[in-house]
């Protein structure tokens, strides 16, 4: 720093005045990029009015009322005395003694940044670079990646990650074991951490996806186990009543004494994965799904032939692997569920999933009349609103205009008629 340049911060850091004035005059500057605009003085006392006012040649009265001081009347000013030979920037900048960018300086250093990085890991850990290349998209799912790029672990996460991708299991293994084996931690990638939303950000990416990756449980142990990794195989279980399976083409024993002798059977996801090929008892071609156990109970008791499934609740992985299985083998399946926001929801994806093999049962607007709705709705409107324009949208629209959830244990009746005839 210059003698004079010093001599000129020691002034200007004597006076409370400037210490406000410049500190205005900074944030301005790193807005615009250039020394322009004007301050307002409105929240300076009247001692700090009187420097900056005897600094521009005017009555503080004059400079109270203008309210405003203008960064390049301020130069000008600058250039009339003693300091002539100094610019308001470099005064800044020795002011605060550091550089000063502007907020565009400031994001294009930042982007540049992490692209240069960005680079150096492609090349480092080339066996993901599909990864790479779609966050240089920088697609709105990618956001919250950019702003990691930086961070001193990122490289470490990448090369854990890259390790993890390149060791995938050619047969199922369970995922705290898989992630022992690559990391020496069984939580290494838990999904709740950064690096694990980073784990399933790449699968989704490499696998073909695009966009947001999947959010919900089962989508993730579904996408999870497209790579054999299997999260969860002993609580992630389905109820069944009259289906049997084949493994290999031979008959399973224990879903065939269970069909024979009326039992039902909860089968874990660790038993159903050694199955590829389900079908029902008796032949028949259709199948029907709810996803309340008392509803799944009170239909065994009424038509206990009939082939049934229960989910227990949303969608886990094990009742949507068994269902895959029946509609490959050419079954149908009638899905019905509560006329409220999780049991429309949850018919909306049944038959996105399972298309001409999904139908949805008794989840009109006469049945949902029917079910004597009688619980409010409190808060819940939002969801339901959000279904209106689906294949169940007469159906949401109905409820909202009732302002009643209905309940399955209310069309039992006709549930149990349908599968008796």
């Not at 992630?179 to 939303?197: A, E, F, I, Y």
Request: hydrophobic content about 40%; proline content about 4%.
């Amino acid at each position: 720093m210059s003698e004079h340049l010093n001599e000129a911060i020691n002034y200007l850091q004597s006076k409370e005045g400037f210490r406000a004035l410049f500190r205005l005059f900074r944030a301005k500057y790193e807005s615009l990029g250039r020394i322009a605009g004007n301050v307002k003085l409105s929240n300076f006392s009247h001692g700090e009015l009187e420097e900056i006012a005897l600094f521009m040649g005017v009555s503080p009265h004059h400079l109270a009322r203008k309210g405003t001081v203008s960064l390049t009347e301020f130069e000008l000013r600058l250039s009339k005395t003693r300091f002539s030979d100094l610019s308001l920037f470099e005064l800044l900048e020795g002011y605060y003694g550091e550089p000063i960018r502007s907020k565009r300086e400031e994001k294009e250093e930042l982007a540049s940044s992490q692209k240069n990085i960005l680079e150096l890991l492609k090349m480092n850990y080339q066996a993901i670079s599909i990864w790479f290349r779609y966050l240089e998209k920088k697609t709105p799912d990618t956001l919250w990646i950019w702003r990691l790029i930086l961070e001193p672990g990122f490289e470490e996460d990448v090369r854990l990650l890259c390790d993890a991708y390149t060791s995938l299991p050619d047969k199922v293994e369970r995922y705290p074991v898989f992630s022992q084996r690559v990391s020496g931690n069984p939580h290494s990638l838990d999904l709740v951490t950064v690096r694990g939303k980073l784990w399933i950000h790449l699968l989704h990416v490499m696998s073909g996806g695009e966009g947001s990756p999947p959010s919900q449980t089962e989508a993730i142990n579904d996408l999870l186990l497209s790579y054999q990794l299997l999260r969860d195989d002993i609580a992630n279980f389905v109820t069944t009543a009259n289906l049997v399976a084949y493994s290999d083409g031979n008959l399973h024993p224990v879903w065939q004494a269970a069909a024979k002798f009326g039992s039902v059977l909860n089968i874990p996801l660790r038993e159903l994965l050694k199955m590829n090929e389900v079908r029902t008892y008796t032949g028949e071609k259709e199948v029907f799904v709810v996803e309340n156990s008392g509803v799944f109970s009170a239909l065994v008791d009424a038509v206990p032939k009939a082939p049934l499934i229960c989910t227990h609740g949303q969608f886990k992985l094990a009742g949507l692997k068994l269902m895959d299985l029946l509609a490959e083998s050419g079954h149908h399946l009638y899905y019905s569920g509560d006329f409220d926001p999780e049991g429309i929801g949850m018919a909306l994806r049944f038959k996105e999933r399972y298309g001409e093999h999904g139908h949805v049962w008794r989840m009109t607007v006469d049945d949902y009349q029917i079910s004597t709705p009688i619980v409010g709705m409190e808060d819940r409107q939002g969801k339901l609103l959000s279904l209106q324009n689906s294949i169940l949208g007469e159906l949401a629209t109905a409820v909202l205009q009732n302002e009643k959830f209905g309940y399955q244990e209310g069309i039992l009746h006709l549930l149990i008629q349908d599968l008796e005839s």
